[in-house]
């Protein structure tokens, strides 16, 4: 603890250098670097709540998560990488946001487009728990949630996650943090669309059950009805499944899409993650 204390100017002028190098300015550079500082000396110090709700209030809203970690990194993720960054022909565009988690995502559409309506799928008991408070407490209009994981059949699947219900783990598929497991409700996203003519983005990040959501849209001619995607692709290395990322691009290809693929984070044992964004051409 000494030792943190001592080291903590050079960890604040880090921090300092993070909220400068930002995309933010004016008042809000200056609230990049009073949430990173807060929650920062949040997680440095263990600090609990006394009441046990883990809250952060960001850009005027109040995020609340299961720790003081996982706002952290969220926010990182999603206000300072911004890999969900785009740019709609409209005020208001219609997002589809499968694999919603807590709703950090919801939270950063709606600074960056206060009009949007935004459709949340998230199949944890618990992390849909919080997207719940999440969306209530901040009286976000126009956002529908639902508890369900999103699949190439209905039905019920059992669903996967660490000791943390609300971790950004939780997956279909067994893997190594997937220490218990609870039956969730499994939809077609195809059954949500409705009427709508096109939607402008469908931001994807299922930890391994894109490749079949995808596929299903492509099948059923419904490809096309999304301007835009932005999939955070878990490809898995050295399988049978690695065809499945291949068939993917093709399919976009058909569909007349062009396409952009960065490497999201670094390489695991088995697999890969990557950051896929279509949209479709002029």
Known sequence: M???????????????????????RGQEQLEVLRILVALWLKTTFA?????GIYQQ????????????????????????VEPYAFTPG??????????ANIGMAVVYFKKQFPAARILAFEPSPEAFRLLTR???????????LHNVAL????????FYYGADGASLTGSLHPHATGVHTVRVL?????????????FDLLKLDVEGAEAAILADLSQTGLLGRFRQYIIEYHYPIGTSESAQFVACLQAF??????????????RLAHSQDIMLHCWQKE
């Open 134 to 144: 999440n969306v209530a407490a901040n009286n976000l209009c126009d956002v529908e």
């Open 253 to 266: 290809e058909q569909q007349d899409f062009a396409y952009c693929i960065r490497l999201a984070f670094p």
């Open 57 to 80: 209030r960001l850009f005027g809203f109040v995020v609340e998560g299961s720790s003081y970690e996982l706002l952290l990194r969220l926010f990182k993720e999603l206000f300072l």
């Open 90 to 99: 409209t005020p208001s565009p219609c997002i589809v946001d499968a694999g």
């Open 47 to 51: 600090w609990r709540p006394r009441n």
């Open 151 to 158: 699949a190439s059949t209905a039905g019920e699947l059992p």
């Open 186 to 198: 499994a939809r077609r996203l195809a059954d949500y669309l409705g009427a709508l003519p096109t």
């Open 2 to 24: 000494l030792l943190t204390l001592l080291k903590s100017p050079f960890y604040l002028l880090r921090l300092a250098f993070v909220a400068y190098r930002s995309r933010y």
